[in-house]
């Protein structure tokens, strides 16, 4: 039978002092889910702007999210260590900074009229963002009890759940806002309209990531001067599971690898659902809404995650995290193929759905998946951080699927997603005995 393991790191807080010390640390760390929910979520509605400036079809925009989401493949493993030899605060620090640079490199991009600078812009904005959770979701889990540290990480990412539902909104208004001529209308403009039609297009992003730059700059800066309890592993050499075990890599974690599996489909499924909503909604046979006005559905869909997680952090302190990871799979698969076979309100409703059902998925597989590492919870980290490169590579196979089959077809890929969510919330979570 199964046994949980013990607490592997310790802090160096007296008890008695500890709770109010976690408190304020864990206050200040809810701003950085916040803020990377944010940015992330924004891709959705540069998806479809970028799509219309530089005509491209799905397969192309969908370029956006692998550039974005490789940069946690290739720079998440390098963050582990990194964090491992500068501390969870140092690694946040840096974090925020390289998103920040991230965030200037929209000026050049739009200014230049460039998809491949925006591509580019995207992943030095994604290696910001990838240090930072490396960082922080290890964090969390660490500052409490083992127990609660599902319902720990949940609570806090339901503050990233915020930032993803304000984010589409606040895109809608200030993106998507700027209508955006056609090919053949681009085609008919002169020298002078031309480049005015650029200019616009260019100040339609340019301003909104100016602000994001300087909002990371400045959080970056708090961190700095604010202090946050110091952790180190409980032993300095080796770790011990439940089983018996003894590793010296995360590696050698079964359920750390499944787990890694699980955060690569769930983030792919997520993110393919989010990058295709807006030209979802917009279909004829769903909704036919304008793109701007179906961006603030998306607010929908992740406001469905927040809502979730508030929730899914009480009832997780007396239900099992896997039975509650399983039962929103499966829940969420059977919206997926509803919206697959339906069509009008009962098509977009079941696929805004999903984000309820999403909402307690990446901190509770997250939160399994490091449980009981020890000394390697940093390396744990960054194996599961660059598994989020699930978010680059299946939104692109939906997009393929989505240029010869349709939209709506397409959304089978997130299905299957979701069934292996299942398996591991049900059994596969669990140390061999």
Not at 9 to 14: E, G, H, I, N, Y
Not at 44 to 55: N, Q
Not at 219 to 242: N, R, T, Y
């Amino acid at each position: 039978m199964a046994n949980m393991p013990h607490t592997t790191m310790t802090s160096d807080k007296p008890a008695d002092n500890a709770k109010n010390s976690y408190f304020g640390s864990l206050a200040a760390l809810t701003s950085l889910f916040f803020i990377w929910g944010f940015i992330t979520s924004l891709n959705d509605i540069l998806i479809p702007h970028l799509k219309a400036v530089f005509t491209l079809n799905y397969a192309q925009a969908m370029l956006i999210q692998f550039c974005f989401f490789t940069a946690y493949f290739v720079v998440s493993m390098p963050s582990g260590y990194l964090v491992e030899r500068i501390g969870f605060k140092g690694g946040i620090i840096t974090g925020l900074s390289i998103a920040g640079l991230g965030c200037l490199f929209f000026y050049p991009a739009a200014g230049r009229h460039s998809y491949p600078l925006f591509l580019a812009a995207f992943f030095v904005l994604a290696s910001g963002i990838t240090l930072l959770q490396v960082a922080a979701n290890p964090y969390v889990t660490i500052l409490g009890r083992p127990e609660t540290a599902s319902s720990r990480l949940t609570m806090t990412q339901a503050f990233n759940s915020l930032g993803t539902t304000i984010a589409p909104y606040f895109g809608a208004l200030f993106i998507l806002s700027a209508a955006v001529k056609t090919a053949d209308e681009i085609k008919l403009l002169s020298a002078g309209e031309l480049s005015a039609y650029q200019a616009a297009q260019a100040a339609v992003v340019q301003n909104p990531y100016l602000g994001l730059a300087a909002v990371l700059f400045l959080i970056a800066g708090i961190f700095a001067a604010i202090k946050l309890p110091e952790v180190k592993a409980a032993d300095p050499h080796v770790q011990q599971v439940a089983d018996g075990a003894v590793h010296k890599s995360a590696w050698h974690y079964r359920h750390l690898v499944l787990g890694a599996v699980g955060i690569f489909v769930y983030v792919g499924a997520e993110v393919s659902i989010g990058s295709f909503l807006v030209n979802y909604l917009a279909q004829p046979a769903i909704s036919g809404l304008a793109e701007h006005e179906a961006a603030k559905y998306v607010s929908l869909y992740w406001g469905g995650a927040m809502v979730g997680r508030f929730v899914g952090a009480i009832v997780m302190r007396n239900i099992r995290p896997g039975k509650v990871l399983a039962f929103n799979a499966l829940a969420a698969s059977v919206l997926v193929v509803a919206s697959m076979a339906g069509s009008g309100p009962v098509a977009m409703w079941a696929i805004l759905a999903v984000g309820l059902c999403n909402s307690v998925m990446f901190p509770t597989l997250f939160s399994l998946a490091v449980n009981g590492l020890g000394k390697n919870t940093g390396q744990g980290s960054g194996i599961l951080c660059a598994a989020i490169v699930g978010g680059a590579i299946v939104p692109v196979v939906q997009g393929l699927l989505a240029d010869r089959f349709g939209i709506q077809p397409a959304f089978f890929i997130p299905v299957l997603c979701y069934l292996y969510i299942v398996y591991y919330g049900w059994k596969g979570h669990r140390f061999v005995s």
